[in-house]
């Protein structure tokens, strides 16, 4: 389990297709020390296991599955990538619980810059953004955002100078496709209320069924 909250900033070493899906070499830089054989480190927001350790270097097998879902098949030598160690038992929450199982990708439409800050829009699946909702939670490149609007098509975070300097988000541009994972804690909501307002049929929450169900 991670928070969101981006340790270091890598640049990739290689990105190569294998048999079974694809091999990543990144190197740790200073989460290196300490680092061992079957950890987890989340890459860009994805949850990755350490299958070698050549250095300072970690070896990343990536399954078919995995790059079916993420960016990271995209990803080219050189390019920096946001690396977060997993979460100690007795660590603090600084961002929110992220879990590094990326639920889909998006991708940006539009950069608003007013000086240091900026505002990225980013449009999604609408599977994604009906469970998201303006103040809550969402991890984009695995760094923890507050929402800062969401509609059915799109959604807003907001990216204050320290974001833009910790991450990668600054390389960010128009047409860029991003990792997303929605709040776990939004998913069980919305995954309880479907069952409940269904009896079991995928019909999803309808006005009519809240309404049946004591809602107004």
Do not use: Y
């Not at 599955?65 to 160690?85: D, F, I, M, P």
């Not at 804690?185 to 409940?196: A, G, N, P, Q, Y």
Request: aromatic share 4%; net charge neutral.
């Amino acid at each position: 389990m991670f928070t969101g909250l981006v340790e270091a900033v890598e640049p990739i070493k290689t990105n190569v297709a294998t048999a079974t899906g694809r091999r990543l070499v990144v190197p740790l830089g200073r989460l290196a020390d300490g680092a061992g054989l079957g950890e987890s480190i989340c890459v860009n927001g994805v949850c990755l296991t350490i299958s070698q350790l050549r250095s300072s270097e970690a070896v990343f097998d990536i399954m078919a599955e995995t790059v079916k879902v993420s960016t990271l098949a995209q990803l080219h030598s050189g390019e920096a990538v946001n690396l977060e160690r997993a979460m100690a038992a007795d660590g603090r929450f600084g961002g929110h619980i992220v879990h590094g199982h990326v639920d889909g990708v998006g991708t940006v439409e539009k950069i608003d810059q007013s000086g240091a800050q900026w505002v990225m829009w980013i449009t999604a699946n609408p599977a994604l953004l009906r469970m998201m909702i303006g103040k809550g939670s969402v991890a984009i490149d695995g760094v923890s955002l507050t929402i800062v609007e969401a509609r059915p098509d799109k959604f807003s975070v907001s990216l204050i100078p320290t974001t833009l300097e910790q991450t990668n988000l600054k390389q960010r541009k128009v047409s860029d496709r991003v990792n997303l994972e929605v709040d776990i804690i939004s998913k069980w909501i919305t995954k309880r209320l479907d069952e409940m307002l269904s009896g079991g049929k995928k019909e999803g929450i309808t006005l009519k069924k809240l309404r049946e169900q004591g809602f107004s």
